[in-house]
């Protein structure tokens, strides 16, 4: 079992940067691979970044590749988003998921323990 905490959400204009955490606890969070996802009104929930348990492989998807940047933290159990020169259709509720596999998928359904989320809203 984990608990995931996201923040570092707000409001900012585009071209701004924002930094998410999420804080995890439970004995087996350095095991388990973390994946960014975000979901914007009337939209379904969509990949955003991943990083594998031991932090060597990361992926982004294509919307976000060169502006994003994921990270981890062994030490603090805390998973890091780093967005850059941010868009309004950066615009979602941002979560932050825990996949036991270690692996790092791109689909929702391969995460098993899940945040909050935390609202990133970017104006033009």
């Known amino acids: 079992q984990v608990q995931l905490v996201e923040s570092g959400g707000g409001l900012v204009q585009a071209g701004d940067s924002l930094r998410l955490s999420c804080a995890g606890s439970g004995p087996k969070f350095n095991n388990y691979a973390i994946g960014w996802f975000r979901q914007a009104p009337g939209k379904e929930r969509e990949f955003v970044a991943g990083?594998?348990?031991?932090?060597?492989?990361?992926d982004y998807a294509d919307s976000v590749k060169g502006r994003f940047t994921i990270s981890r933290d062994s030490a603090t159990t805390t998973a890091y988003l780093q967005m850059d020169s941010l868009k309004p259709e950066d615009t979602a509720v941002y979560y932050c998921?825990?996949?036991?596999?270690?692996?790092?998928?791109?689909?929702?359904?391969?995460?098993?323990?899940w945040g909050q989320g935390t609202q990133v809203t970017v104006s033009s």
């Open positions: 998921a825990a996949e036991v596999l270690g692996v790092a998928g791109s689909r929702d359904y391969e995460y098993d323990y």
């Open positions: 990083i594998s348990w031991h932090g060597h492989t990361k």
